[in-house]
């Protein structure tokens, strides 16, 4: 029996299959079931059995569900303790934190500069990616806090603080476009269309208005973060349409939007793993984000974004 073992264990009970626990990980579905078949073998106990293409946990499954999560806490905190010997000795705090990618170089440099003037003593670890990656790092304990999209994709995830928001049409400064207060499917009939990548709830939202008002969406670049959109927006490569939360916080002065119209709204969360015991240092950093997050960047020219 090993640690992946017992991992894999959680994740198929929390998500109910084993394509759930393989997102969950990171991890194919044929490495899942090795996993849980290895450990049914160490175990010799029948942990899941197989009703109308589905798995159910036995009784023996739901039985062991808090000891694995014990001794996966356990783990965890060995993990901590050595990564804080390891970055500077008993003395020093860890605090890991994932946002998405727009984020990690704009906003997070200053709140990072004014968290650790506060707290000399943490070492602050700064993850980025998707939204889809920041769930795989909390469920992983690879991060404590992260900024989400809700609903969240995956299960055991605990929210603790949200932040609302709504798409606007981001284009360069001088664009005809400004001459609108709000830009609607029917205004970009013509346009040059940066937009997400369409894996993204965003992109599925915005194909869904330009759909109902019968408009084919003329699309030149698709981009996978919205900092990327902001800056071949700045280019003069086109317009796009993003979430007005990070976009306000993009480092690009050449650029302005309007709101769109049918309004798309987004909510975004500050979220643990559900059931983690939380400390103070995880809450003051929460506040901070929250308020950086909500105040507009001097160093953004978004005057009409929110």
């Known amino acids: 029996m090993n640690f992946k073992q017992l991992e894999a ?8 299959s084993t394509t759930g626990a393989a997102e969950r990980m990171g991890l194919s579905q044929p490495a899942i079931s090795r996993l849980l078949a290895q450990l049914e073998e160490d175990l010799a106990l029948r942990l899941f059995v197989r009703e109308k293409g589905r798995l159910s946990p036995t009784a023996e499954a739901h039985a062991l569900l ?18 804080q010997l390891r970055l500077g000795g008993f003395k020093r705090r860890l605090l890991k934190v994932a946002v998405p990618s727009t984020l990690a170089t704009t906003l997070m440099p200053l709140l990072a ?45 605990s929210t603790r603080a949200t932040l609302d928001s ?24 013509d346009a040059s269309l940066i937009l997400l990548g369409r894996q993204r709830q965003i992109r599925h939202d915005i194909d869904m208005a330009f759909r109902q008002q019968r408009v084919q969406p003329r699309v ?53 793993v559900a059931n983690a015991t939380t400390s103070p240092l995880q809450d003051t950093f929460t506040r901070l984000l929250v308020e950086a997050m909500e105040a507009p960047s ?7 974004a929110l």
């Open 66 to 83: 808090h000891d694995a999560q014990v001794l996966m806490d356990s783990a965890q905190c060995f993990r901590r303790h050595a990564e």
């Open 113 to 157: 500069k004014r968290f650790m003037q506060a707290h000399p003593d943490v070492v602050l670890e700064v993850l980025s990616g998707s939204y889809n990656d920041t769930e795989r790092a909390l469920l992983s304990r690879d991060a404590d806090i992260g900024l989400v999209r809700l609903p969240t994709e995956m299960q055991g995830l």
């Open 166 to 189: 709504e798409a606007v049409c981001i284009m360069p400064k001088g664009h005809a476009l400004e001459d609108l207060a709000e830009v609607g499917p029917l205004d970009l009939i």
């Open 220 to 272: 030149a670049l698709e981009v996978h973060s919205i900092s990327e959109a902001c800056a071949h927006v700045a280019q003069g490569l086109g317009v796009s349409i993003v979430n007005a939360l990070l976009a306000q916080h993009c480092p690009h002065d050449a650029i302005t939007s309007r709101p769109f119209r049918p309004r798309i709204a987004y909510q975004l969360g500050i979220a643990t």
């Open 298 to 304: 001097p160093a953004v020219a978004l005057p009409s």
């Open 9 to 16: 264990f959680q994740a198929i009970m929390l998500s109910g």
